[in-house]
């Protein structure tokens, strides 16, 4: 069983930048693939970035591309997600969540642990 918490959300400008963490404990972090979520108020909880076990491999949703950069330490049991530029339509509450399938693009439903969230809140 593998607990999640992540931590770095706030308020920020548009245009801004936050760093988000996610500390796992209680099991072995790299044995999993890693990703990002976010929800915002009214709608379905939507995929951001997942990264592989190694941390070679990475992807993006477009609308963050070039961004947002997913990262992990596998020595600190964290992973990050490092949010610049960012716009009004990113305020969301952000997730990090694992899985133990092999790197790729899934949908919530296959992630096996999930954080409690962190809300981020890009004002105009």
């Known amino acids: 069983q593998v607990q999640l918490v992540e931590s770095g959300g706030g308020l920020v400008q548009a245009g801004g930048s936050l760093g988000l963490s996610c500390a796992a404990s209680?099991?072995?972090?790299?044995?999993?693939?890693m990703a990002w979520f976010r929800q915002a108020p009214g709608k379905e909880r939507e995929f951001v970035a997942v990264?592989?076990?190694?941390?070679?491999?990475?992807y993006y949703t477009d609308a963050v591309k070039g961004r947002f950069t997913i990262s992990r330490d596998n020595a600190k049991n964290t992973v990050y997600l490092q949010m610049n530029s960012l716009k009004p339509e990113d305020t969301a509450v952000y997730y990090c969540?694992?899985?133990?399938?092999?790197?790729?693009?899934?949908?919530?439903?296959?992630?096996?642990?999930w954080g409690q969230g962190t809300q981020v809140t890009v004002s105009s």
């Open positions: 969540a694992a899985t133990w399938k092999v790197f790729g693009a899934y949908g919530p439903s296959q992630y096996d642990y």
């Open positions: 209680g099991g072995t972090f790299s044995s999993y693939t």
């Open positions: 990264i592989s076990r190694t941390g070679i491999s990475t």
